[in-house]
């Protein structure tokens, strides 16, 4: 039972992680209604520029506070420079764009830091076991960090003007347009928001996972099932799935398939999904008239 709890617990914590992910993932989507395939990728950038800042000497907080700004800062240049040309265009250029920002920016991350795995700190420590030996520090304080994230996204969304903006812009461009939102600057904020998140995600797994510019491949793509889980549409769906999909890829890693095709887990969710319910456990059904 002392390992079965173990699996819950760790499975809460990585599935902070992926919820984190899958939540960028839904804001990028509601913008542009395409997945963001280069989110892993630019989640791993902002945490190879905390690393360079703490090697640097930079204390580890100072560090992370202002990796989120940076990360940010890159997720409004993303959308003004190579979303706002193209979002009148065909689905498969939108496609080709974020594959090619998916390869330009993992190759220049490899390029810029090396392709050389890398230890990145973590700022929880603890002298002993906690809970029992159930949970590690860093798994504790990751949660935490995570948790508090999410709280303040859904805080800034549900009771800020700003954030009711946003929301309208996404859902409904041509009305929020007329009642004087400024949708374009409203989307661009959105992906710096998405991409401020990933950096979260990214500092708080790199200490498990280690430092490589591949770092979020398979992370994305438990993130990406979450958010299929709950709903590509609908924030707190893909919140809910993505802890929905850390606890199922321990258990499911200890006792059924092993820790070599955890993988797997993660494809077999999107398949089944969509196969029965392809808008998720809370995402909308949309029906179109021809």
Do not use: C
Request: avoid cysteine; hydrophobic fraction near 60%; glycine fraction near 12%.
């Amino acid at each position: 039972m002392d390992g079965f709890a173990h699996q819950i617990i760790a499975g809460i914590a990585t599935g902070g992680i992926y919820a984190s992910v899958a939540l960028a993932l839904v804001m990028i989507y509601q913008a542009t209604h395409h997945v963001n395939f280069a989110q892993g990728e630019m989640a791993t950038l902002s945490t190879f520029i905390a690393w360079a800042m703490v090697e640097a000497g930079i204390p580890y907080w100072l560090a992370f506070v202002a990796t989120v700004l940076v990360s940010f800062i890159i997720g409004v240049l993303v959308e003004r420079l190579l979303m706002r040309p193209v979002q009148n265009a065909p689905v498969l250029t939108h496609v080709g764009v974020f594959i090619g920002l998916l390869l330009i920016v993992g190759n220049m991350t490899g390029w810029i830091f090396g392709y050389t795995t890398k230890v990145f700190p973590s700022p929880f420590t603890s002298s002993g076991p906690l809970m029992g030996g159930l949970i590690s520090a860093h798994e504790l304080g990751s949660t935490a960090v995570t948790l508090v994230v999410l709280t303040l996204v859904f805080l800034f969304f549900r009771y800020t003007s700003l954030g009711l903006a946003m929301r309208a812009a996404a859902y409904n461009p041509r009305s929020a347009r007329l009642v004087g939102i400024r949708v374009g600057w409203m989307l661009a904020l959105g992906w710096g928001l998405a991409a401020a998140i990933g950096a979260v995600a990214g500092m708080m797994v790199a200490p498990v996972v280690f430092l490589d510019p591949t770092m979020m491949t398979g992370i994305l793509l438990y993130a990406f099932a979450g958010a299929l889980i709950g709903g590509i549409d609908n924030p707190l769906g893909a919140v809910i799935g993505g802890f929905a999909v850390g606890v199922l890829e321990n258990l499911a890693g200890a006792y059924v398939v092993g820790t070599e095709l955890k993988l797997t887990v993660a494809l077999a969710i999107i398949i089944g999904v969509l196969v029965v319910r392809p808008s998720g456990l809370l995402g909308r059904v949309v029906a179109s008239r021809v």
